[in-house]
């Protein structure tokens, strides 16, 4: 984190149920790679600003997003978070439900892509989706995002600057490769309005027309 972004976290008040899962998921010898402070603020003003009953993570990590996309929803909203590894929907599922959060969030466990083929085949429909998983399925993870998105939904991903990799010309990865495909398409497709926010590690917001 740069001086500006640690002076404006510093302004905030403790938060002290997001300390603990972040705590707690690095006790759990997960990475520390939860979203920016400021960034699952903004997650939660997003999904209560856009009056969200229905939201969808790509990502699970230790719960710490899915406490701040819980926190926005509506009354009886609910979010499901999808999540490779059984051990960190585990923890995911222990933080969310000590932060008050276990009626509204469900977890289905395995490979993200065939959670949302499933998903779409069944005609699920969100209104808001926050996509933070595996770097090189962001291209993949918003075509369904797409497909699955009520008109008006919001698309919002992690991490779009990779750490400065993604504006680097001599990384050429395929995770680099698929995030700058990724920002590519989002300001270019005629179905979304899009931003990035080049804080942190950059956040991209879309907006399905
Ligand atoms: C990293 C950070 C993330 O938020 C993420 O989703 C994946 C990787 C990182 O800093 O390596
Ligand atoms: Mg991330």
Do not use: W
Not at 125 to 150: C, H, N, R, S
């Amino acid at each position: 984190m740069n001086i500006e972004e640690q002076y404006i976290d510093g302004l905030f008040e403790r938060d002290e149920v997001l300390e603990s899962i972040r705590e707690g998921t690095v006790a759990q010898g997960m990475p520390d790679i939860a979203v920016a402070d400021g960034y699952g603020k903004l997650l939660t003003m997003l999904v209560a600003m856009n009056r969200v009953t229905n939201a969808l993570e790509i990502g699970a990590l230790g719960g710490y997003s899915g406490v701040c996309l819980a926190r926005g929803l509506q009354a009886g909203g609910q979010l499901t978070c999808l999540e490779l590894l059984p051990q960190y929907a585990e923890v995911a599922q222990k933080h969310v439900t000590e932060a008050g959060f276990g009626h509204c969030i469900s977890y289905k466990v395995g490979d993200a892509k065939a959670s949302l083929e499933e998903l779409y085949q069944s005609g699920q429909k969100y209104q808001l989706f926050f996509i933070d998983a595996d770097k090189e399925g962001y291209p993949t993870y918003l075509e369904y995002a797409i497909k699955m998105a009520d008109p008006g939904a919001l698309i919002i991903a992690d991490n779009i600057l990779l750490r400065g990799r993604t504006v680097n010309d001599a990384k050429q990865g395929p995770a680099v490769q698929a995030v700058r495909a990724f920002n590519k398409q989002i300001v270019s497709d005629p179905r979304l309005e899009s931003t990035l926010l080049p804080g942190y590690d950059g956040l991209a917001i879309e907006r399905v027309k």
